[in-house]
């Protein structure tokens, strides 16, 4: 298996909802991360899970938060988002911790919308 | 800091016709240099890599050479096809801790390769 799997494939959720992105691997990565992707744009780094640790949040709102219950597994649970937080968002992951340069292999995302 | 700089495009070429999208970057230290691609409403996929100086990364007909006296990473291909119609991003990865483990991205070419 060398896919990063992500469930559902696309998310309409009202400003009060509360939602969870879901992220898989089974290709043994220990680095895992979340990137939120805008139409026409690169994707942007969110979050970055190292051995199941989050190691990195780049100053991301707290109605996002992620969950990593184990190697296999990334969560991003959604809270009180608003309309500007419409995005493609991806899962990625790399095979060693994110200080060692391993490639990283992406998910097909999560195509949200806020309404 | 860290940065990818590409040609922005569009490009819109015929079938069979050959294709340069420029990439240059800045980067404190050496870093690892890829393309991705993103067909239209997927995730990224890793197109090519290189992970030092006078590397050359290929797959599926498209090419770069890791070039570090112009701090550049043109893809080429010799003969598009419909089917390589995408967004393309350079990206760089730098080793070492903090800042530097992620990817960053170039803001990405759209490609339109017509019948």
């Known amino acids: 298996d060398t896919e990063v799997t992500q469930t559902p494939k696309h998310l309409v959720m009202g400003m009060t909802n509360k939602k969870s992105l879901k992220c898989e691997q089974h290709?043994?990565?220990?680095?895992m991360y979340w990137y939120k992707q805008k139409a026409k744009k690169p994707p942007e780094l969110m979050f970055v899970?190292?051995?199941?640790?989050?190691?990195i949040n780049e100053s991301v709102p707290s109605r996002f938060s992620p969950e990593c219950p184990n190697s296999s597994l990334l969560n991003l649970h959604l809270h009180a988002l608003q309309p500007e937080d419409s995005a493609l968002y991806l899962c990625a992951s790399s095979q060693y911790g994110e200080t060692i340069l391993g490639e990283y292999t992406f998910g097909s995302g999560t195509r949200l919308t806020v309404v | 800091g860290n940065s990818v700089t590409q040609m922005e495009g569009p490009v819109t070429l015929s079938e069979e016709a050959f294709l340069t999208i420029n990439c240059t970057y800045t980067a404190t230290g050496y870093p690892s240099l890829f393309w991705y691609v993103q067909y239209p409403g997927e995730g990224l996929q890793l197109l090519l890599k290189?992970?030092?100086?006078?590397d050359k990364g290929s797959n599926k007909g498209f090419e770069a050479t890791y070039r570090k006296e112009t701090t550049s990473f043109h893809l080429e291909k010799g003969s598009v096809q419909v089917s390589d119609s995408a967004v393309y991003f350079c990206a760089l990865r730098l080793g070492g801790g903090g800042s530097n483990y992620k990817l960053t991205f170039g803001k990405g070419t759209l490609l339109t390769v017509n019948p």
């Open positions: 290189a992970t030092k100086a006078d």
């Open positions: 899970y190292s051995y199941e640790k989050l190691s």
């Open positions: 290709m043994g990565h220990r680095a």
